[in-house]
């Protein structure tokens, strides 16, 4: 791949950025097709009619759909909510990796803010964590007891872009074990009632109990989901129920076990057990149709900016094709944003190799755009 020589100086954030009626051109492999083939970015939209005097920036590269992180927190740290230079800063490191569109899946801050702002990432909302009492960790969620939840799936489905996110489960100390939060019928009930809104629900559930009954119950999303058994995962493929798996963060599980190991020895025995099925999950959704996206869970105590090894993660399991598809053109199209169709917002990246070959070749983007506006060249 080439850059034009008047790109700007490699590595610079927010530089060469097209400015309102630049025009560039764009040569390479546009994916998911196969073809080699030439695109122009006019006034923030992709167009596949020859424009003339348009700059050359990207020739003969691989050109993908900006790439999605679908499970992120931009707004939440360790201790909870952080301030907007910080939210700003994360949502910087995630564009540097690539990624144009977030789903947040919870933040204990409002970021609408940043939609108005150039160069950051679409974000799509799920508003706040939802959790019962004392039951999640402290700073990231809105409490509410069970006979509270419809009323506020309904209020954070509005403060959000088409999203809830319930915790599904957590340790319960008495019990020493995951188990879920919410009881069956009570969950059925605001999922029913966030879809009366047109508002889809996910739920964070790492064990058993937890994502069989809010798949019975209805709802759209599972996010981690190791506990998921043969007979969920059909049913979720039947009700077309996603699934991000978040599994390069899992990596996390044993350290988790390690550390409750003495006082909640059940628990750190489940945690690794939930650990060690996480790829067979996966594989098994993906044999049965379920739809798989990628996820970082960044914020809280990850990083921003690593979506890479979570599209190494589902390659090892399905492949290079099926993980560069969940973590972009998929993914854009479950969360109701185009690919690089004509007309479309030009949010984009190029590398120089195929990343179906090797998606490891992200990790050096010759070029990242939103909107039209280039966020990243590397010569």
């Not at 630049?22 to 009619?49: C, I, K």
């Not at 057990?273 to 990850?302: C, I, K, N, P």
């Amino acid at each position: 791949m080439t850059l034009s020589p008047s790109s700007s100086r490699p590595g610079s954030p927010n530089s060469g950025r097209v400015r309102g009626g630049a025009v560039v051109h764009l040569n390479g492999v546009v994916l998911p097709d196969r073809q080699p083939r030439d695109l122009w970015v006019v006034d923030g939209q992709v167009t596949y009619e020859p424009v003339a005097h348009a700059e050359t920036v990207i020739r003969d590269g691989w050109i993908l759909p900006g790439l999605v992180d679908a499970h992120c927190h931009v707004g939440l740290a360790s201790g909870g909510a952080v301030d907007r230079a910080t939210a700003e800063a994360q949502a910087r490191a995630d564009l540097a990796s690539g990624v144009t569109l977030i789903r947040d899946a919870g933040s204990p801050i409002d970021t609408h803010w940043l939609d108005d702002e150039p160069g950051f990432p679409r974000i799509v909302r799920a508003g706040r964590h939802i959790a019962a009492p004392r039951r999640y960790l402290r700073g990231f969620a809105v409490e509410v007891a069970p006979e509270d939840l419809v009323e506020e799936v309904v209020r954070q489905g509005r403060a959000g872009d088409g999203w809830v996110k319930l915790v599904g489960d957590w340790i319960d100390r008495e019990e020493g074990d995951l188990a879920p939060l919410w009881p069956r019928q009570i969950a059925q009930a605001a999922i029913e009632a966030a879809h009366r809104i047109g508002v889809r629900v996910t739920a964070h559930c790492f064990g058993e109990q937890s994502v069989s009954e809010l798949v019975d119950a209805g709802i759209d999303g599972i996010e981690h989901g190791c506990g998921a058994d043969e007979s969920t995962i059909e049913q979720m493929a039947r009700r077309q129920v996603a699934l991000v798996p978040t599994l390069d963060n899992l990596k996390i599980f044993p350290g988790i076990a390690d550390q409750a190991e003495s006082k909640y020895p059940v628990y750190a025995a489940h945690m690794r057990h939930l650990y060690g099925r996480r790829t067979e999950v996966v594989r098994m959704a993906v044999e049965a149709g379920v739809s798989v996206y990628a996820g970082t869970d960044a914020g809280g105590t990850r990083a921003h900016g690593t979506i890479l090894g979570e599209i190494e993660a589902l390659a090892e399991v399905g492949g290079a094709e099926l993980a560069l598809g969940a973590a972009s053109w998929r993914a854009r199209r479950w969360l109701g944003f185009p690919g690089l169709d004509e007309g479309a917002a030009a949010d984009l990246v190029a590398v120089r190799f195929d990343p179906r070959i090797d998606p490891r070749v992200l990790a050096q983007p010759s070029l990242i755009m939103v909107g039209g506006r280039i966020c990243r060249t590397d010569g």
